[in-house]
């Protein structure tokens, strides 16, 4: 083991100082032991082929940099390099999942695109508008209440706090704009939904 | 994390890198020429 680590500290020296034959031993040697470390967490091919170059990439120009302190610990030290490679591959990942279509079944037959087209914002835009108007004709201390609660995110807590009633009076103001907001929109046939 | 055995493990035949990877790789490394100007070091890709 010992002989194997000092030939590759050789080799490393001696590529360094420009024999390019020498990365191409080391590769050889130790891209089985790299390639299934990848392999072994993403369990995809084609991901493990871009880690895998990546990693060597980081290797050449490190060393190409003159920037690699030989501690007789080449082999650890490119498996770390493909171990945070994988890691950043599995960040990237998580923030955009990616859908794999695999012929039979489309996840987009499933799921549907959430952006409005022009007419349902439209429509939305309608029915936020009316709703605010009937807001607008509830009494003062319920509308108060309904808007601490829908638009501000407000506890019940927070608003019996800010309009100095007990939380079971804010309960009630709320409940009863609601009654009321109902009633405005069944006596007005308001249609609010999209 | 517990190895779940009842799940058979993938098996490792022919787990090494493509050739062109390799090669790829193997002439990116002869390209690479890195120069050092002062304190910077510059890193050109010779055709």
């Given at each position: 083991?010992?002989?194997?680590?000092?030939?590759?500290?050789e080799?490393?020296?001696n590529?360094i100082?420009?024999d390019?034959?020498?990365?191409?031993?080391?590769?050889?040697?130790?891209?089985?032991?790299?390639?299934?470390?990848?392999?072994s967490?993403?369990?995809?091919?084609?991901?493990?082929?871009?880690?895998?170059?990546?990693t060597?990439?980081?290797?050449i120009?490190?060393?190409k940099?003159?920037?690699?302190?030989?501690?007789?610990?080449?082999l650890?030290?490119?498996?770390?390099?493909?171990?945070?490679?994988v890691?950043?591959h599995?960040?990237?990942n998580?923030?955009?999942?990616?859908?794999?279509?695999?012929?039979?079944?489309?996840i987009?037959?499933?799921?549907?695109?959430?952006?409005l087209n022009?007419?349902?914002?439209?429509?939305?835009?309608?029915v936020?508008?009316?709703?605010?108007r009937?807001?607008e004709?509830?009494p003062?201390?319920?509308?108060?209440?309904?808007?601490m609660r829908?638009?501000q995110?407000?506890?019940?807590?927070?608003?019996s706090?800010?309009?100095?009633?007990?939380?079971?009076?804010?309960?009630?103001?709320?409940?009863?704009?609601?009654?009321?907001?109902?009633?405005v929109?069944?006596q007005?046939n308001i249609?609010?939904?999209? | 994390m517990?190895?779940?055995y009842?799940?058979?493990s993938?098996?490792?035949?022919?787990?090494?890198?493509?050739?062109?990877t390799?090669s790829?790789?193997?002439n990116?490394s002869?390209?690479?020429?890195v120069?050092?100007?002062?304190e910077?070091k510059?890193?050109?890709?010779?055709?």
């Open positions: 083991m010992k002989k194997e680590l000092i030939q590759d500290a080799l490393v020296s590529y100082n420009g390019e034959n020498s990365l191409s031993i080391l590769i050889t040697r130790h891209k089985q032991r790299i390639y299934s470390f990848i392999y967490k993403v369990y995809d091919r084609d991901i493990t082929e871009d880690v895998f170059q990546d060597f990439i980081k290797v120009r490190t060393l940099r003159g920037k690699y302190n030989e501690e007789g610990k080449f650890p030290w490119v498996m770390r390099i493909a171990h945070n490679l890691i950043d599995f960040r990237k998580s923030r955009m999942p990616k859908f794999h279509n695999t012929g039979e079944f489309s987009f037959s499933v799921l549907s695109d959430s952006s022009a007419e349902k914002a439209m429509i939305k835009d309608q936020e508008f009316d709703v605010r009937i807001i004709e509830l003062e201390d319920q509308k108060q209440v309904l808007l829908m638009y995110d407000m506890s019940f807590k927070e608003i706090e800010r309009t100095g009633v007990s939380i079971n009076t804010a309960l009630g103001r709320m409940r009863y704009a609601l009654i009321n907001m109902r009633k929109i069944e007005n249609v609010l939904t999209n | 517990a190895k779940i009842s799940h058979a993938p098996k490792n035949d022919n787990l090494k890198p493509k050739e062109e390799i790829f790789l193997l990116y002869k390209a690479l020429s120069i050092s100007y002062n910077l510059f890193e050109a890709l010779l055709n």
